[in-house]
């Protein structure tokens, strides 16, 4: 499955800002989906996931409370809500699709990727 994130752009500290990651070549609803983030000098990082069916979520602790991410399987898409942004969440953002049982929360459970978008929070 190839994939597209998009939506990234600069917001201010405290604002909000929503990312897409849409499919092309296979629907989505068979496909786990993340979201990983990448800062300058930093590892890339889990972010959000959702399994294909939306029953389950899963959130990195530094983003609880703050980001979301439903999925429109009608629309082949998976979004990343982010509310309440603070300057550490600028990063590259890269959403993955996976199918199977392997980990939702770390890279090599993933078996696609999409090029990233860039999200810049300013103080």
């Known amino acids: 499955v190839q994939l597209q994130a998009s939506g990234g752009g600069l917001v201010q500290a405290g604002g909000s800002l929503t990312l897409s990651c849409t499919t092309s070549?296979?629907?989505?609803?068979?496909?786990?989906v993340g979201w990983f983030r990448r800062a300058p000098g930093k590892e890339r990082e889990f972010v959000a996931a959702?399994?294909?069916?939306?029953?389950?979520?899963y959130y990195a602790d530094s983003v609880k409370g703050r980001f979301t991410i439903p999925r429109d399987n009608a629309k082949n898409t998976v979004y990343l809500q982010m509310n309440s942004l603070k300057p550490e969440d600028s990063a590259v953002y890269y959403c993955?699709?996976?199918?199977?049982?392997?980990?939702?929360?770390?890279?090599?459970?993933?078996?696609?990727w999409g090029p990233g978008t860039q999200v810049t929070v300013s103080s």
């Open positions: 993955a699709a996976k199918y199977g049982s392997s980990s939702y929360t770390k890279e090599d459970g993933y078996n696609s």
């Open positions: 070549g296979r629907t989505v609803y068979n496909y786990g």
């Open positions: 959702i399994t294909y069916d939306g029953k389950r979520t």
